[in-house]
C-alpha cells in the first residue's frame, strides 16, 4: 500500500465535490441523479482504499505505516509540513468513515429523491447535497489521517462548515436555519478552547506534530499546568463536536436536516470527530491525571443526563439523538477511565497509552454501525407516514417488515444484548468503570437501564399496536415498505451491527490496537460470562426491555398515570432541564445582549464616539472663533499690526 493510495482516500471525496460543484451543478438537470452517482463511485473506490490500508497496517511492524511528509509552508524560520499519520487507529476510523458515509450516500438516492422534486424551477438542492455530502466526508477523513494538530484544526473547522450547511440544508424553513447557526456558534465555543490549545503547545514545544508532543509527554518535558490546559482545551474542542455537557444542545436540534444526513453525523463524522481527537492525542491526557479526570467525569455524566432526555422525547429522530449523546459519554468515559488506569499503575509510554485507547476506539466502532441504522429507519418509516411523531405511529410491523427487523438488530444492540456488536464494547467500559471508579461505574450501570428502555419504547411505539395515524396520503391503506435502495443499506448495517463485535471476540481488536493477547473464538463467546459482570448488565438491559414493554406493548401500565405521577421529573426531562431556556432566554438574551453587549455599546457611543466627537466640535467651535476674526477690512488688520508691535516692543524693554 503506497502513500499515493492512502493521499486518495481523502482526495477521491475532494475530486468528488469539485466535479459536482463545477461542473454537474451549472450544466446538468436538477433532476438528474448523476451527482449521487459521482459521490457513491468516489467514496465506494475510498472505502476500497481503506480496506486495503487496514489489510496492510495489520501485517506492518507496530501496526503503523510510515508516509513521507511533505512542506506546506515556510514563512521565515516556520517551516509546517503535511503529513500522513497511518496506524491501527487511523486504519479503523477510515473504515468506519468510509463504510458509513457509502451506506449514507446509497440510502440518499431514495430518500432524497422523494425530498427535492417540490423544489422551484431551477434549484439545484439534489447536486447541492451530494457535493456538500463529498466535501463533509473529505473533511472528516483529513481529521483521521493528520499527523499535525494545525492540519487537524483546518479539517475540524471544515467539518463544522459542512454540517452548518447540511443541517440548514432546507434554509427556507426557520427551523432549520436556526438549528445550524444554533451548532455552528455552540461548538465554536468548544473550538476556541482547542485552537489557544494548540497555539500553548507550539509556544511552549515549538511543534505542531503530534508523535513530537506525545513523544514531549511521555519524557515529561511537556508537563504540569501547561499538559494539563493543553489537554483541557483539546478536550473542550472535543465537548463541541462530540456534543458532551454542557455544549449538547446543538445536537437534537440539528435533527432539522435531512435523515441521512443525521445519520452521517451521529454515526460517523462530526460527533466521532471528538472522542477519536482525545484518542488521537490520548498521550498527553494521560500525563495529566485532572485532564483523564475530567474526561471520565464528563463522559460518565453527560451519558445518564442525555439518557434521560431519551426517555421522553416523542419524536423518534430526536431519542435517538440523545442516545448518541449518551453513548458518545460511554466513549469518553472509557477513555478516561484508561487513563485513571494508567495513573494508578505509575507506567507510560506512548505504545500503553495508545493501546488504553482500545475500548473507548472498539464501542465508537460498533456504534457506528448500530447507530447510522436507526437513523435511517427513523428515516423509513418517516417516508412511509409523513411524520418523525411516533404517537402518530404503530402498526408498522406488518407494513414495513425489513425496516421492522433491521431496526430491531439496532436497538438489541445498543442495549447491549449478547452477541450482538454493542455488548461487547458496552460489557468492556463496564468492566474499566469497575476497575477504576465505582461511582462511575454505577451512573453507566443506571444508563444501561435507561438506554435499553427507551429504544424499545421506540420500538413498541412505532412498530407495535395498531397504526394511530389518520393524516392525508399516509393513511393506514398506503404504508409500505420502503424502496430497495434504502432497504439495502440499513440491512448491510444491520448485518454488520450483528458481526462487528465479533472482531474483539478473541481480542483481536485489542492486540490491533496494542493492548491485550488473543484468544480462541469459543471461549471468547461464551468465556465473558464467566465473571458475574456481563451477567448482571444483561439483566439490567432485559429488566429495561421488558419495562418498556410493560408499558408501551403489553400496557399492563399506563404511560400517563406514571407522567402524572413523576410530573416534576417528567416536565425536566421533556424540557430538556431547560439549558435552552438559560443559554438563550438568560445567557444570551439578559447577560449578553442586554448587559455586556449594551454596556459596551455604552461605552462606544458614550466614550469613544463621545472623545472622538468632542474633539472634532472643539476644532470646528475653534476655527469659527478665528474665521470671525477674518473681516476682510485693511483699517482693522493695520490697527492689530500696529498693536502687535506696540506689545512686543513693551515687553523687549520690561525684559531688558
Request: proline content about 3%; some cysteine.
Amino acid at each position: 500500500m503506497t502513500g499515493s493510495s492512502i493521499w486518495l482516500i481523502f482526495l477521491l471525496p475532494i475530486f468528488s465535490f469539485l466535479i459536482i460543484t463545477f461542473f454537474i451543478r451549472p450544466f446538468v438537470k436538477p433532476t438528474s441523479r448523476i451527482a449521487g452517482y459521482v459521490t457513491i463511485a468516489a467514496i465506494g473506490t475510498a472505502l476500497f482504499l481503506s480496506l486495503r490500508t487496514l489489510g496492510t497496517v495489520m501485517a506492518a511492524p507496530g501496526h503503523e505505516l510510515v508516509i513521507p511528509e511533505i512542506t506546506w509552508l515556510t514563512v521565515g524560520d516556520l517551516k509546517i509540513n503535511v503529513g500522513l499519520m497511518v496506524d491501527s487507529l487511523t486504519a479503523v476510523m477510515l473504515v468506519v468513515v468510509t463504510t458509513v458515509s457509502l451506506m449514507v450516500q446509497i440510502y440518499s438516492l431514495g430518500y432524497m429523491q422523494h425530498e427535492v422534486p417540490d423544489a422551484k424551477p431551477g434549484d439545484r438542492g439534489y447536486h447541492r447535497y451530494y457535493a456538500w455530502m463529498s466535501l463533509f466526508t473529505a473533511s472528516m477523513l483529513g481529521v483521521i489521517l493528520s499527523n499535525s494538530l494545525l492540519l487537524i484544526f483546518v479539517f475540524w473547522e471544515l467539518v463544522g462548515v459542512c454540517s452548518y450547511l447540511l443541517i440548514g440544508f432546507w434554509f427556507h424553513r426557520p427551523s432549520a436555519a436556526n438549528a445550524a447557526k444554533k451548532a455552528f456558534i455552540v461548538t465554536r465555543l468548544g473550538d476556541f478552547g482547542f485552537l489557544v490549545a494548540i497555539l500553548v503547545l507550539y509556544v511552549n514545544t515549538g511543534t505542531f506534530n503530534i508523535p513530537e508532543l506525545q513523544e514531549m509527554a511521555i519524557a515529561g518535558t511537556l508537563a504540569g499546568t501547561t499538559l494539563t490546559w493543553a489537554a483541557i482545551g483539546i478536550f473542550s474542542g472535543a465537548v463541541g463536536k462530540s456534543a458532551q455537557f454542557p455544549l449538547h444542545v446543538w445536537l437534537p436540534d440539528a435533527m432539522e436536516g435531512p435523515t441521512p444526513v443525521s445519520a452521517l453525523i451521529h454515526a460517523a463524522t462530526m460527533v466521532a470527530a471528538g472522542v477519536f481527537l482525545v484518542a488521537r492525542t490520548f498521550p498527553l491526557f494521560a500525563g495529566s491525571v485532572t485532564a483523564v479526570t475530567v474526561v471520565a467525569v464528563i463522559g460518565a455524566f453527560t451519558a445518564i443526563f442525555a439518557a434521560t432526555m431519551g426517555l421522553v422525547m416523542h419524536d423518534i429522530k430526536r431519542v435517538v439523538a440523545y442516545s448518541t449523546i449518551s453513548q458518545l459519554g460511554y466513549m469518553m468515559l472509557a477513555l478516561g477511565a484508561a487513563g485513571l488506569a494508567l495513573q494508578h499503575e505509575g507506567r507510560l509510554t506512548v505504545e500503553i497509552a495508545k493501546a488504553a485507547t482500545a475500548i473507548g476506539i472498539f464501542h465508537l466502532f460498533n456504534h457506528a454501525f448500530f447507530k447510522a441504522l436507526l437513523f435511517l429507519g427513523a428515516g423509513s418509516v418517516n417516508h412511509a407516514t409523513g411524520t418523525f411523531d411516533m404517537r402518530q405511529m404503530g402498526g408498522l410491523r406488518k407494513a414495513m417488515p425489513w425496516t421492522f427487523y433491521t431496526f430491531v438488530i439496532g436497538g438489541l444492540s445498543l442495549a447491549g444484548i449478547w452477541p450482538l456488536s454493542g455488548f461487547w464494547s458496552k460489557d468492556e467500559i463496564l468492566a474499566v468503570a469497575w476497575d477504576t471508579q465505582k461511582l462511575l461505574f454505577t451512573l453507566v450501570m443506571i444508563t444501561v437501564l435507561m438506554t435499553a428502555f427507551y429504544i424499545f419504547r421506540v420500538i413498541f411505539l412505532t412498530f407495535g399496536g395498531e397504526y394511530r395515524g389518520s393524516h392525508g396520503a399516509h393513511s393506514n391503506g398506503h404504508l409500505h415498505e420502503s424502496s430497495p435502495v434504502m432497504v439495502g443499506p440499513m440491512v448491510v448495517l444491520a448485518i454488520l451491527a450483528i458481526v462487528s463485535g465479533f472482531w474483539n471476540v478473541t481480542g483481536g481488536f485489542n492486540a490491533f490496537m496494542g493492548h491485550g493477547e488473543t484468544q480462541s473464538f469459543i471461549s471468547g463467546l461464551f468465556g465473558i460470562f464467566a465473571h458475574p459482570l456481563p451477567w448482571i448488565a444483561s439483566f439490567v438491559a432485559i429488566a429495561g426491555i421488558f419495562l418498556a414493554y410493560a408499558i408501551y406493548g403489553a400496557k399492563w401500565i399506563s404511560a400517563e398515570s406514571i407522567g402524572k405521577t413523576f410530573k416534576p421529573l417528567y416536565t425536566l426531562f421533556y424540557r430538556k432541564y431547560f439549558l435552552d431556556e438559560l443559554y438563550e432566554n438568560i445567557i444570551v438574551r439578559l447577560v449578553l445582549l442586554k448587559g455586556i453587549f449594551a454596556g459596551l455599546e455604552k461605552i462606544d457611543t458614550g466614550v469613544v464616539d463621545g472623545t472622538v466627537n468632542g474633539l472634532a466640535n472643539s476644532a470646528y467651535d475653534s476655527g469659527n472663533t478665528m474665521r470671525r476674526t477674518q473681516t476682510g477690512q485693511l483699517q482693522l488688520y493695520g490697527l492689530a499690526i500696529g498693536l502687535g508691535v506696540v506689545a512686543i516692543v513693551l515687553v523687549l524693554f520690561l525684559a531688558g
